[in-house]
Protein backbone atom coordinates (compact mmCIF):
# COMPACT_ATOMS: atom_id res chain seq x y z
CA UNK A 1 0.00 0.00 0.00
CA UNK A 2 1.10 3.25 -0.84
CA UNK A 3 1.45 6.71 1.46
CA UNK A 4 0.31 9.60 0.14
CA UNK A 5 0.45 13.01 1.49
CA UNK A 6 -2.60 15.26 1.61
CA UNK A 7 -3.90 18.40 2.46
CA UNK A 8 -5.25 19.53 6.02
CA UNK A 9 -7.52 22.56 6.90
CA UNK A 10 -4.29 24.48 8.39
CA UNK A 11 -2.72 23.66 4.80
CA UNK A 12 -5.51 25.11 2.65
CA UNK A 13 -5.81 28.40 5.08
CA UNK A 14 -2.26 29.33 4.64
CA UNK A 15 -2.26 28.75 0.93
CA UNK A 16 -5.92 30.93 1.17
CA UNK A 17 -3.99 33.38 2.95
CA UNK A 18 -0.99 33.44 0.21
CA UNK A 19 -3.50 33.77 -2.48
CA UNK A 20 -5.48 36.12 -0.94
CA UNK A 21 -2.27 38.74 0.20
CA UNK A 22 -1.36 38.28 -3.61
CA UNK A 23 -4.69 39.61 -4.61
CA UNK A 24 -5.17 42.11 -2.16
CA UNK A 25 -1.77 43.52 -2.82
CA UNK A 26 -2.50 44.01 -6.81
CA UNK A 27 -6.08 45.47 -5.91
CA UNK A 28 -7.40 42.09 -7.94
CA UNK A 29 -11.18 41.09 -7.15
CA UNK A 30 -10.92 37.68 -7.54
CA UNK A 31 -12.59 34.43 -6.76
CA UNK A 32 -9.97 31.46 -5.08
CA UNK A 33 -10.46 28.13 -5.08
CA UNK A 34 -8.56 25.16 -3.90
CA UNK A 35 -9.82 21.19 -4.58
CA UNK A 36 -8.12 18.09 -3.24
CA UNK A 37 -6.85 15.92 -5.34
CA UNK A 38 -10.22 14.12 -6.44
CA UNK A 39 -11.26 17.34 -7.56
CA UNK A 40 -13.66 18.03 -4.72
CA UNK A 41 -14.14 21.70 -2.92
CA UNK A 42 -11.82 22.50 0.40
CA UNK A 43 -12.48 25.91 -0.21
CA UNK A 44 -13.76 28.64 -2.18
CA UNK A 45 -13.19 32.39 -1.32
CA UNK A 46 -15.23 35.53 -3.28
CA UNK A 47 -12.65 38.75 -2.82
CA UNK A 48 -15.11 42.00 -3.03
CA UNK A 49 -16.00 42.93 -6.15
CA UNK A 50 -15.47 39.51 -8.31
CA UNK A 51 -18.53 38.06 -10.35
CA UNK A 52 -20.38 35.05 -9.57
CA UNK A 53 -19.35 33.84 -12.61
CA UNK A 54 -15.60 34.19 -11.78
CA UNK A 55 -16.50 31.65 -8.13
CA UNK A 56 -17.59 29.00 -11.32
CA UNK A 57 -14.35 29.73 -13.38
CA UNK A 58 -12.08 29.38 -10.44
CA UNK A 59 -13.44 25.94 -9.63
CA UNK A 60 -13.48 24.53 -13.13
CA UNK A 61 -9.93 25.98 -13.56
CA UNK A 62 -8.72 24.16 -10.22
CA UNK A 63 -10.95 21.04 -11.06
CA UNK A 64 -9.03 20.92 -14.51
CA UNK A 65 -5.17 20.91 -12.60
CA UNK A 66 -6.00 18.55 -9.86
CA UNK A 67 -7.88 16.40 -12.19
CA UNK A 68 -5.12 16.40 -15.01
CA UNK A 69 -2.35 16.90 -12.36
CA UNK A 70 -1.33 19.66 -14.55
CA UNK A 71 -1.72 23.31 -14.88
CA UNK A 72 -5.27 24.41 -16.73
CA UNK A 73 -2.64 26.63 -19.31
CA UNK A 74 -1.28 23.44 -20.15
CA UNK A 75 -4.42 22.95 -21.85
CA UNK A 76 -4.86 26.24 -23.60
CA UNK A 77 -1.21 25.87 -25.02
CA UNK A 78 -1.94 23.00 -26.99
CA UNK A 79 -5.02 24.20 -28.20
CA UNK A 80 -3.31 27.07 -29.22
CA UNK A 81 -1.04 24.94 -30.62
CA UNK A 82 -3.52 23.72 -33.01
CA UNK A 83 -4.60 20.02 -31.36
CA UNK A 84 -8.18 21.17 -31.77
CA UNK A 85 -9.00 18.06 -30.64
CA UNK A 86 -8.24 19.07 -26.84
CA UNK A 87 -11.28 20.76 -27.02
CA UNK A 88 -13.49 17.63 -26.34
CA UNK A 89 -11.85 17.12 -23.38
CA UNK A 90 -13.46 17.54 -19.81
CA UNK A 91 -11.74 20.76 -19.16
CA UNK A 92 -11.30 24.33 -19.18
CA UNK A 93 -8.51 25.06 -20.95
CA UNK A 94 -7.54 28.67 -19.54
CA UNK A 95 -4.72 29.57 -17.43
CA UNK A 96 -5.11 29.70 -13.61
CA UNK A 97 -5.43 26.51 -12.01
CA UNK A 98 -2.21 25.32 -11.30
CA UNK A 99 -1.99 21.70 -8.55
CA UNK A 100 -0.35 21.57 -5.67
CA UNK A 101 2.82 19.09 -5.71
CA UNK A 102 3.82 18.14 -2.01
CA UNK A 103 6.52 15.10 -2.09
CA UNK A 104 6.05 14.43 -6.12
CA UNK A 105 2.74 13.65 -5.44
CA UNK A 106 -0.57 16.29 -6.54
CA UNK A 107 -2.36 17.05 -3.47
CA UNK A 108 -4.78 18.98 -4.76
CA UNK A 109 -5.06 22.30 -7.13
CA UNK A 110 -6.03 26.07 -6.65
CA UNK A 111 -8.12 27.86 -9.07
CA UNK A 112 -8.22 31.79 -9.62
CA UNK A 113 -10.35 34.14 -11.70
CA UNK A 114 -11.22 37.99 -11.82
CA UNK A 115 -8.31 39.22 -14.00
CA UNK A 116 -6.32 38.83 -16.76
CA UNK A 117 -5.59 34.95 -17.19
CA UNK A 118 -1.91 35.59 -16.11
CA UNK A 119 -2.34 36.94 -13.13
CA UNK A 120 -4.88 35.20 -11.61
CA UNK A 121 -2.32 32.38 -12.22
CA UNK A 122 0.03 34.49 -10.31
CA UNK A 123 -2.28 34.30 -7.13
CA UNK A 124 -2.50 30.76 -7.61
CA UNK A 125 1.50 30.15 -7.75
CA UNK A 126 1.70 32.12 -4.23
CA UNK A 127 -0.85 30.09 -2.94
CA UNK A 128 1.20 26.64 -4.39
CA UNK A 129 4.36 27.84 -3.41
CA UNK A 130 3.28 28.93 0.52
CA UNK A 131 3.81 25.44 1.12
CA UNK A 132 7.44 24.91 -0.02
Known amino acids: ?3 KPCLTLSDVKKIAAACEAEAVKNNWNVAIVILDDGGHPLWLERLDGATPANAEIALQKARTAALSRRPSKSWEDRITAGRLSMLAMPVLPVQGGVPIVCQGECVGSIGVSGVQSH ?8 GANSLA
Open 1 to 3: MKT
Open 119 to 126: EDEQIAMA
